[in-house]
């Protein structure tokens, strides 16, 4: 993983997830700007992805790499469930929802940099 593209969506992420926690506790829905905020992330998530993806072809396959790659989905696919749920849920707790899928990829990608330390090692 390339570190300053890790921390980068880290900091995007969490970002992200103060926003939506300031919108959650003004009891505001999901709408189109949040979704618009969470394609963004959900974008560069993807970019870390091919990268990922990438960079794992040049190594040895090991029990660490499947869990990375199990990681990896989770990465990409929280965003757009999320996004899915706080959509069909128009009370402010749709936003909550979105704020805890932001922070999840921030926390996830923490575990992933972990992963791929033991990976190259």
């Known amino acids: ?6 921390a980068a969506i880290q900091i995007l992420a969490l970002l992200a997830a103060a926003w939506y926690l300031v919108e959650t506790l003004r009891k505001r829905p999901v709408l189109r700007r949040h979704m618009i905020g969470m394609a963004v992330l959900e974008a560069v998530v993807v970019v870390q992805l091919v990268v990922s ?37 128009r009370s402010h707790w749709g ?9 999840t990829v921030a926390a996830v990608l923490m575990r992933m940099d972990q992963i791929w330390r033991m990976i190259v090692a």
Do not use: R
Request: with cysteine; hydrophobic share 60%; aromatic share 8%.
């Open 95 to 103: 936003t909550a929802v979105v704020c805890g899928a932001c922070l």
């Open 1 to 6: 993983m390339i570190d300053w593209l890790t």
């Open 53 to 89: 993806i990438v960079l794992l072809l040049g190594q040895s396959g090991s029990a660490d790499t499947v869990m990375f790659i199990g990681y990896l989905a989770t990465t990409v696919l929280v965003l757009p469930v999320a996004a899915i749920w706080g959509s069909v849920d």
